[in-house]
């Protein structure tokens, strides 16, 4: 028994003409918002407040933002904005008894360093350039 593999599953159905259904509904939604704005503010509030309203409306629904609809760079822009954030790192200054060379190349605290003295002390004379 042989059954069709459906295919272009990715690609949404064109219900409104040439436009998809979230499509047709950001264009609805914001032709509706940009008439209500001219309709009860004020004329000078709503030359500001209703062309930017219809450009965020045409942006839903026609611009991609690296290949993914620009609901998905608000939903990032929105979540990114409202969580709070841990920094972890901080950049510690450096010990100005220590040689400048070694800030990059050594631990702050030599007992960190693995195996004994002898691999400690060895290690310390290989990084310090006897020629400075």
Known sequence: MQFKVPQFIDIEDKVFGPLTFKQFVYLAGGAGFGYLSFRFLPIIIALFVGPVVIAFALALAFMKYNEKPFIH??????????????????KQAPNPNQPPELH???PNNRATLPGSKLNTLSWSLDVIDPKK
């Open 73 to 90: 760079v608000v939903e990032s822009f929105i979540k990114f904005y409202s969580r709070s954030r841990l920094y972890l790192w901080h």
């Open 104 to 106: 990059s190349m050594m």
